[in-house]
């Protein structure tokens, strides 16, 4: 097992890492609309957390060589339903065809004050 941790994703903000490499897949923890430069939640509507929720992923994933592209399974946690539509119009011009597997749940609560957490696994095998 190796950590995965890089400056230009928010560092984890419990005993948690970034990600972990474990053999032939990338684990990313759940990552939030977090600038990574000032460690402040981003002030935006749910696509422009979506987008930097998503650019946090990225950023994790290429600390490992890997990119989006390679995600086989995305977990998408949404504080409103009410928002599923705008979050999936981001998450559809970030991801790429063959879309990962995915899930998206309406939780109560989040660790921090955000409206979208999104955690994936991504292949890490050279194809």
Known sequence: MEELSTDD???????????IRDGDKIYVSGQGPIDPETGDII???????????LENVEAVLASAGKSLDDVV????????MDD???????YGEYMSDPYPARSAV???????DIDVE???????TDD
């Open 84 to 90: 599923y539509d705008d979050i999936n119009d981001v």
């Open 73 to 80: 399974k995305a977990t998408v946690f949404v504080m409103d």
């Open 106 to 112: 309406q939780v109560a609560d989040l660790p921090v």
């Open 118 to 124: 999104i955690e994936v696994v991504a292949s890490a």
């Open 43 to 53: 002030d935006g509507d749910v696509r422009e957390q979506t987008e930097r929720t």
């Open 9 to 19: 994703a928010p560092p984890s903000i419990g005993p948690f890492s970034q990600g």
